[in-house]
């Protein structure tokens, strides 16, 4: 089935999002979230883009060229979210100051950038009244968490995976989707590559979580059926899965963004003490 095939039908069986909602696409620099951007383009839907500009030197500045330059061409409204204007600072700097907290070292560092990129998408796609937050994680990226946290003993984890976000229904959330979550990573490179879509192909300079890395290259030696087949295993059992992490949402008591606890994780972790 080609990759256009897959998206349609990925939207349609899991209801990802309708015409009528404006769908806001969080875009990297990268392929993936290109793609995303492109097809749910291509296929009618009512979009606009929005960019954090991490600030972490000339890899920040490519990414944010190639997404000028792809949303002009596609004619999507962009939103650039400038972190040192936002936050204060650098990602590099605000992950630096974080990990050098006690108890803190061994926080990787996709694992900082995650829940602050998360936060950012959360809030801002309320400003701009999107009702979803389209990611361009692919059936590899998917795979390899699924992996990670069953490796890990911690197979809970595996909740927040799926095409969409299920387990969390608050109007202060906006639902996140992920249309290429069934696309093999190489197919997205491809069409990417066959479109010409003005694209970083570097990672990022940061991404050294050397646990994800060894999981990619073992899974990177194994055929797309293989990994479609270990998503098959998570299909089948994320309705036991998502049963235990039901818990009621609240307000973090710092940012008023939806959490599961009284504090949200980004507030968590940069509280200057501790
Ligand atoms: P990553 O966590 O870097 O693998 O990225 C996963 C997805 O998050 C990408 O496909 C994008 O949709 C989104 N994303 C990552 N980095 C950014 C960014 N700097 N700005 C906006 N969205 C991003
Ligand atoms: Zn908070």
């Known amino acids: 089935m080609n990759i256009e095939k897959k998206i349609l039908q990925t939207i349609k069986k899991y209801k990802l999002c309708n015409k009528k909602e404006k769908i806001l696409v969080a ?12 097809l749910l383009k291509k296929f ?11 600030k972490i030197g000339k890899y920040s500045n490519d990414c944010l060229k190639a997404v000028k330059k792809l949303c002009k061409d596609l004619k999507i409204k962009l939103h650039v979210y400038d972190i040192k204007k936002e936050m204060g600072s650098s990602m590099c700097y605000l992950r630096s100051t974080i990990q050098s907290k006690p108890g803190r070292n061994k926080l990787k560092n996709c694992a ?7 936060w950012i998408l959360n809030r801002e796609a309320r400003k701009l ?32 995976i799926g095409a969409i976000t299920r387990n969390i229904s608050d ?5 996140r989707i992920k249309p290429l979550f069934y696309v093999p990573e190489n197919e997205i490179r491809d ?3 066959i479109h010409k879509l003005p694209v970083i192909y570097e990672k990022c300079p940061c991404a050294l979580d050397s646990y994800r890395i060894q999981i ?23 309705k036991k899965i998502k049963k235990v992490k039901n818990s009621k949402i609240k307000y973090c008591e710092i940012c008023g963004e939806p959490s599961r606890k009284q504090i949200c994780k980004k507030c968590e972790l940069m509280k200057i003490h501790k």
Request: hydrophobic share 35%; proline share 2%.
């Open 27 to 38: 875009l990297s620099g990268g392929k993936d979230s290109a793609v995303t951007a492109y």
């Open 216 to 238: 990619r290259k073992f899974l990177e030696k194994m055929p797309n059926k293989t990994k479609q087949n270990i998503m098959k295993n998570f299909d089948a059992i994320y």
């Open 171 to 175: 109007k202060k959330f906006i639902s």
């Open 129 to 160: 009244n999107a009702s979803k937050i389209a990611t361009g994680h692919n059936l590899d990226d998917e795979a390899q968490t699924f992996l990670m946290n069953i490796f890990k003993g911690s197979p809970k984890l595996s909740s927040n």
């Open 112 to 118: 900082i950038c995650g829940v602050i990129k998360k």
């Open 191 to 193: 069409y990417a590559k």
């Open 44 to 54: 009618g839907y009512n979009l606009e883009a929005i960019h954090i500009d991490l």
